[in-house]
C-alpha cells in the first residue's frame, strides 16, 4: 500500500502522517519525480514552510530552476526572471524570499526597498553576475562615450546602477531596440548579446561573460537528440551560443519556453536549459515525453527546503543594498518592466533561407 494513503504514523516521526495528508495533492502533481519515500522528508518541511509563511505574512518567488518540491511545493510565486522582477513589484507581503540566486532577491529588493527581501543561501551567485562589475562598466563607457548600456539583469545591483536600461532574456531585442540608436553597450552575456545582434540592427558592442550551464551545450548534443529521439522538439535557452540557438526548434526564455510547450503541445521535447526546468513543466503536462538533458545550475541548486524553512524562521540572510546604488539601479529595472515582455523564438532568417523563400 501507499505511504500517502496509508495513513501511516512512522514511529519516531511525528505528524508524518498529517504531514503527508496535508500535501497529497501537491504529491499527485510531482509522483512521477518525486519517489513516496522522498517525499515524505519534504512533506513536513513543506507543512512547517506553508506555517511560517503566514505567521511572517510571506511570499515566496521561486525561479523556473527551482526543484519540484520547491516549485510546486511552496512557492506562490513562480517564473522566468522578468516574472519574478514584475510580481516582486506588485507583492503586499511583508517579507519576500527569493528562491533563485542572488541578482533575483537583489532585483526584489531594489523594487522593495521597504521590504525585507530574503535570499536563504548567501552563496547562490551566477557565472555571469560575476564576470563583470560596477568598475568595468565605467570603463566602457569612457571607451566608448555616449553609448547606451544595456545590462542583462543577471549582474549585481552595483552593475545596474551603472546602466541605462536592463534586459531579460524575454525581452533583450525589444530593450536594445527601443533605445532607437545605432550602437548599444550589451552586459555581460556574450552569446545573449550575440542572439540580440542577430535578430536586430543595431551594432552590439559585447562583454565576454558566460552562464556556466547554458555554454556546456552543443550542436553535436542536439544533432544526437535528433538522431536518439525522432520528431523531438528541440527548444534553447539564449544564454547558449549562437550554432545551438541556430540548431534549436525555438529560441526563449524559461517562460517563453513553458508557453511554447503549452500552445504546441509537441509530442516529444528536449529543453536546452537548466535541468529542474524539464521537470517542473513536465509535472504539467504528463502527456509530452521530455526528454532530458541534465544539467544543473549549482548555484541554483543551494535553495532547499531545509534553508527556506531556516530563512523564514530567522529572517536570513536579508539583502541589503546602499540607497543610491538601490535608486540608480532602480531606474535601469523600472525601465525594463515599461518595456515588458518581447516576443520569443525572434530569429532573422538565414541567408539559405532567403533564397529558398525567394524561389
Ligand atoms: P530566465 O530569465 O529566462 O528565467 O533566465 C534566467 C537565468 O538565469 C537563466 O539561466
Ligand atoms: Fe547564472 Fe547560468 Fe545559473 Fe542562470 S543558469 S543562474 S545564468 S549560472
Redesign the pocket.
Known amino acids: 500500500m501507499s505511504l500517502i494513503n496509508s495513513g501511516v504514523t512512522r514511529e519516531g516521526v511525528p505528524g508524518l502522517a498529517e504531514a503527508l495528508a496535508a500535501t497529497a495533492a501537491t504529491y499527485t502533481k510531482v509522483r512521477r519525480l518525486i519517489p513516496e519515500v522522498e517525499w515524505a522528508a519534504y512533506a513536513p518541511l513543506i507543512v512547517e514552510i506553508e506555517r511560517l509563511k503566514r505567521d511572517r505574512n510571506a511570499v515566496i518567488l521561486a525561479?523556473?530552476?527551482q526543484t519540484p518540491q520547491i516549485f510546486h511545493g511552496v512557492a506562490d510565486i513562480t517564473?522566468?526572471?522578468?516574472?519574478?522582477a514584475k510580481r516582486a513589484a506588485e507583492t503586499e507581503a511583508d517579507v519576500i524570499v527569493v528562491c533563485?540566486?542572488h541578482?533575483?532577491a537583489e532585483t526584489a529588493k531594489v523594487l522593495n526597498p521597504d521590504r525585507t527581501v530574503l535570499i536563504p543561501d548567501l552563496e547562490a551567485g551566477?557565472s555571469?553576475a560575476e564576470s563583470i562589475t560596477a568598475e568595468d562598466v565605467r570603463a566602457l563607457k569612457k571607451r566608448h562615450p555616449g553609448v547606451p548600456v544595456v545590462t542583462y539583469?543577471?549582474t549585481s545591483a552595483d552593475v545596474k546602477a551603472e546602466t541605462d536600461v536592463c534586459c531579460?532574456?524575454?525581452n533583450a531585442v525589444e530593450v536594445v531596440e527601443s533605445l532607437a540608436t545605432d550602437r548599444v553597450i550589451f552586459l555581460p552575456d556574450e552569446y545573449l548579446g550575440n542572439w540580440v545582434a542577430a535578430n536586430t540592427d543595431v551594432e552590439v558592442i559585447l562583454w565576454n561573460g558566460h552562464?556556466e550551464?547554458?555554454e556546456q551545450f552543443s550542436v553535436a548534443e542536439i544533432e544526437s537528440y535528433r538522431r536518439q529521439f525522432p520528431g523531438v522538439q528541440v527548444i534553447a535557452?539564449?544564454?547558449c551560443d549562437l550554432p545551438v540557438l541556430e540548431a534549436a526548434d525555438m529560441v526563449?526564455?524559461?517562460?517563453?519556453?513553458i508557453d511554447w510547450v503549452a500552445e504546441h503541445r509537441p509530442r516529444r521535447v528536449v529543453m536546452i536549459?537548466?535541468c529542474s526546468m524539464s521537470d517542473n513543466v513536465a509535472a504539467e503536462f504528463p502527456e509530452i515525453d521530455f526528454v532530458r538533458s541534465c544539467t544543473i545550475?549549482p548555484h541554483?541548486k543551494r535553495i532547499t527546503l531545509d534553508n527556506i524553512v531556516s530563512s523564514l524562521e530567522n529572517l536570513e540572510y536579508p539583502v541589503e543594498i546602499a540607497t543610491d546604488v538601490a535608486q540608480r539601479a532602480r531606474r535601469s529595472v523600472e525601465r525594463m518592466l515599461e518595456i515588458g515582455r518581447g516576443k520569443s523564438g525572434r530569429r532573422r532568417p538565414q541567408v539559405s533561407e532567403l533564397l529558398h523563400q525567394n524561389g
Open positions: 525561479h523556473n530552476y517564473g522566468d526572471s522578468l516574472a519574478l533563485g540566486v541578482f533575483m551566477c555571469l539583469v543577471n531579460t532574456s524575454a552562464c550551464v547554458h535557452h539564449p544564454e526563449g526564455s524559461t517562460a517563453g519556453m536549459t537548466e545550475c541554483m
